[in-house]
């Protein structure tokens, strides 16, 4: 996975992670584990907590919402 550039392995993510609601079995899948888990590696090196949201979302290059605006429009897959 990391032999891509972090920029595109970014994008990938959010475009997959988006899509989690209509296609819940990219949850169990290998790739998005395995991306997540890689970029997760690279934002701790960056000095993110991954535990934080806000801070994983910005780091994402998605738009940071708080915690309590997310949960309101959560729904249960």
Known sequence: MNDYPLA???LVYR???RQLTQFPA???GD???D???GLQR???ADGIDIADHGAW???LGNDVVACD???QSRRVL
């Open 35 to 37: 991306l997540q888990t």
């Open 31 to 33: 790739l998005l584990s």
């Open 69 to 71: 605006v997310r949960m």
């Open 42 to 44: 690279d934002a701790q």
């Open 15 to 17: 475009v997959l992670h």
């Open 26 to 28: 990219l949850m169990d």
């Open 57 to 59: 979302d910005g780091w």
């Open 8 to 10: 595109e392995r970014k």
